[in-house]
């Protein structure tokens, strides 16, 4: 039988700011068609290995590999493109710009025409533009936002802003999807319908990473997860092992969850 392919490989990854460590030695594999989680107390280096793999900060040593082609070295744009995106801790989206021009414009990311063929060939950007506006108008489709298409982002409320996001991290058609904290700030309700759209969204063969601290939400949603303490790797298994490692007990999840 086949083993199961990783999509990512990080290997030995060191981040360091000012002598503070803010990753030590860091080497797990992501599985294609996974949601895997990374869960850790505060300042555990979460967003830093976000910011590592979507190129935003370089390591200062360690290799990052996606489908087995070192990404480590390229620059942020160029690893979005290889086919990594992501959404932030506190929403980042276009608040003037409607719902779908937001969506689009993580869409531009893909569009096959240059800024020379732009330049020269309206004809091209047209039909750029109306594949972006199509594909939009089916991701919003399935974030349930049809009829908030045309509204100006800024207005929705916060639960909807964070769907939009997402749905612009999607519209790069990334093969794998980073959301930092999803769940924070959305109450049950909107929670679980993300959880929901996480499973549609693994179902069209994007691989998902997220860092949240809503463990009820990781236990449920999560096929796998890799814990971080103090920059360091703690574990990785699925939920039931690592929420009876006894490291992972020491060190984080205490009488929250056990
Ligand atoms: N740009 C930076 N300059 C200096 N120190 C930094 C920088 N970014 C992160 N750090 C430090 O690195 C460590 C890890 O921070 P990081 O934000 O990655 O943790 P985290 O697990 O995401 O935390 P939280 O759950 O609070 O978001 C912390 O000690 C932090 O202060």
């Known amino acids: 039988m086949r083993m199961a392919e990783p999509l990512l490989e990080i290997r ?9 460590v803010a990753l030590e030695d860091i080497g797990f594999t992501v599985q294609k068609g996974h ?20 190129g935003m900060v370089k390591p200062d040593q360690g290799e990052v590999l996606l489908e087995g082609r070192r990404i480590d070295r390229l620059p942020a744009h160029a690893i979005a493109r290889a086919g990594i995106t992501r ?5 980042e989206i276009f608040q003037n710009m409607t719902v779908v021009e937001n969506v689009m414009a993580g869409r531009h990311l893909r569009t096959t025409s240059g800024w020379l063929t732009s330049f020269f060939s309206l ?7 109306r594949q972006a506006f199509h594909r939009a108008m089916e991701l919003l489709e399935t974030f349930e936002l049809t009829d908030r298409a045309f509204q100006p982002a800024g207005i929705l409320p916060y639960g909807l802003q964070r769907m939009v996001e997402i749905a612009r991290a999607l519209a790069a058609e990334p093969k794998l999807l980073l959301l930092d904290e999803p769940m ?35 236990m449920e949603t ?3 997860i890799v814990v971080l303490d103090q920059g360091k790797m703690l574990a990785q298994g699925p939920p039931a092992a690592v929420q009876r490692d006894p490291r992972v007990i020491a060190a984080y999840l205490g009488e929250e969850v056990i």
């Open 12 to 20: 030995n990854l060191s981040k360091r700011f000012e002598g503070v």
């Open 35 to 54: 949601i895997s989680a990374v869960i850790g107390p505060n300042g555990a280096g979460k967003t830093t290995l976000f910011n590592l793999l979507t």
């Open 87 to 91: 959404t932030f801790q506190n929403i």
């Open 123 to 129: 004809p091209g950007r047209l039909r750029d533009n």
């Open 184 to 218: 924070a700030g959305l109450n049950a309700g909107e929670s679980r319908k993300l959880a929901a759209f996480m499973q549609e969204i693994r179902h069209t063969g994007v691989t998902i990473l997220f860092i949240e601290h809503d463990m009820e939400m990781v």
């Open 222 to 224: 999560a096929d796998d």
